[in-house]
């Protein structure tokens, strides 16, 4: 058995069905569960602008100078990538930079000032201090908390090394 509507019929049971199936075709509004989810683009951190603290100095090792100082002042810069937008940015997008950081006060020197910095996940950063070199570069971990990332650091080089602590905070838009 076959059932015909025709006219006005169609017009009023066909909008009732579809609605009582949950087929409307509104946008649906995102539940706090799936905005919390690490892939979500909504929740995920973002490295993009001047971020400034201090570096602190926990261990060295074999370094070609001795620290003089245990705790520098800190400044790193990531641009934003190209035309992307909060929408439209991954995790994944790496950000181009440069950082001011005094650690031939911890014994060594980089040969750049050149960063690069990613997010990874809704809370936490990853970034690489002089990243176009083989050997000599600072491995950069932090978690963001509000408009702060804290985190470890490190750096290996033929031999020696040294790591640490920082504490970022970024610095309000101009």
Known sequence: MTLRLGGIARWTIVPLIITAAGLNARAQTPSPIELNRPDSTAAAGDVTGTWQGTFQLDSAWNLPQRATTRSVPARITFAAVGDATPTTSSARSV????????????????????????????????????????????????????????????????????RGTFRLRKSPSR
């Open 95 to 162: 950000h181009a930079g440069m950082f001011e950081v005094e650690f031939q006060r911890f014994g060594f020197s980089l040969s750049t000032q050149e960063a690069l910095g990613w997010s990874v996940g809704a809370d936490s950063m990853r970034a690489r201090l002089n990243p176009t070199v083989e050997r000599g570069v600072v491995e950069v971990h932090g978690t963001f908390r509000d408009d702060t990332i804290t985190g470890t650091w490190s750096y290996a080089s033929d031999g020696g090394g040294a």
